[in-house]
């Protein structure tokens, strides 16, 4: 004899509710969706119901959408609260990044470092140029990337997290700030090479990269080639083994030499002396720069 599926019935919990009038209904979900916890669905349920009136929508259909907006608006939340947690100086975004102004970066390659496959692996990237190449944007950009996807990002100076690390030594706390930064998906670094560092705050910033050796990605942006790093890690040996550590299996993107910041403002000054070509014959106004290369005399 083949067994029978059991016969659907509808829960107590759900007949003691059957009874419910319109607006005790509206008035129970809203209750509900406060005590879950679930804000969007509470504060989309009026056009929800339109919608799925006009458009005719089954149960399962209807609940569907409302469970999905809550699921999307969460995540969006999520995303918000991860970009703010990474601590960005300022709002950069990949899609903002000019291209065109710097044929030294392949866009392919920014694109295929915005899908986050390298953090995942636990990969280094360096971005290594002059200042105002695009160094600082791409580092944010590519950590506001990854922070939208869901990976946990830092973002600091290297000055400042050498002195966080010094500081954290003299209190007897650094392995817990070391463990905080090995923590995160994604530690992006700027400004590594403007300034020396003394041996204790070299070794010190080495520990952090051992930490997250092959376990979690690393980003940094530095003006110097890798020949010059000697500058800020005085000890060759020690230079040598961050080096090693910053590179191995990473990429090393290297912005150029061509500052888009100077390029972009000698280009505004160009157009603001073609509107008004009687500025071109003054000097420049106390607390600016005059961009513009002067010419050699009895050239005029």
Not at 123 to 143: E, V, Y
Not at 222 to 247: H, M, Q, Y
Request: hydrophobic share 40%; with cysteine; net charge positive.
């Amino acid at each position: 004899m083949s067994p029978t599926a059991p016969a659907t019935t509808i829960t107590p919990a759900l007949r003691r509710r059957r009874g419910l009038t319109e607006q005790a209904a509206v008035a129970a979900v809203d209750q509900a969706c406060r005590r879950l916890r679930l804000p969007t669905i509470r504060a989309v349920l009026d056009e929800a119901l339109a919608v799925a009136g006009k458009e005719q929508l089954s149960y399962q259909g209807f609940l569907a959408e409302l469970l999905l907006a809550e699921c999307d608006d969460r995540d969006r939340r999520s995303s918000i609260r991860r970009v703010k947690a990474a601590n960005f100086p300022r709002d950069k975004w990949l899609g903002d990044f000019d291209f065109d102004a710097n044929p030294n970066i392949n866009p392919a390659t920014i694109h295929t470092l915005a899908t986050g496959e390298w953090i995942r692996k636990g990969q280094p990237l360096c971005l290594i140029g002059d200042s105002g190449t695009g160094k600082s944007h791409l580092l944010i950009g590519l950590g506001t990337a990854a922070a939208e996807k869901g990976y946990r990002v830092k973002y600091t100076l290297a000055t400042r997290l050498v002195n966080e690390l010094v500081e954290a030594a003299d209190e007897k706390v650094l392995a817990k700030t070391i463990a905080r930064y090995g923590r995160v998906d994604l530690l992006c670094i700027d400004e590594l090479g403007y300034m020396e560092l003394d041996r204790r705050g070299a070794e010190l910033l080495f520990q952090v990269l051992t930490e997250r050796e092959e376990k979690n990605s690393i980003a940094i942006a530095s003006n110097e080639s890798f020949s010059g790093w000697t500058k800020t890690f005085t000890d060759p040996r020690l230079c040598a083994a961050i080096v090693d550590r910053l590179t191995f299996k990473g990429t090393i993107i290297e912005t150029g030499t061509d500052s888009y910041r100077l390029a972009h403002g000698i280009a505004r000054k160009s157009s603001e002396q073609a509107n008004n070509p009687a500025a071109g014959t003054q000097g420049p106004r106390r607390g600016e720069s005059d961009l513009m290369p002067r010419a050699p005399a009895g050239t005029g």
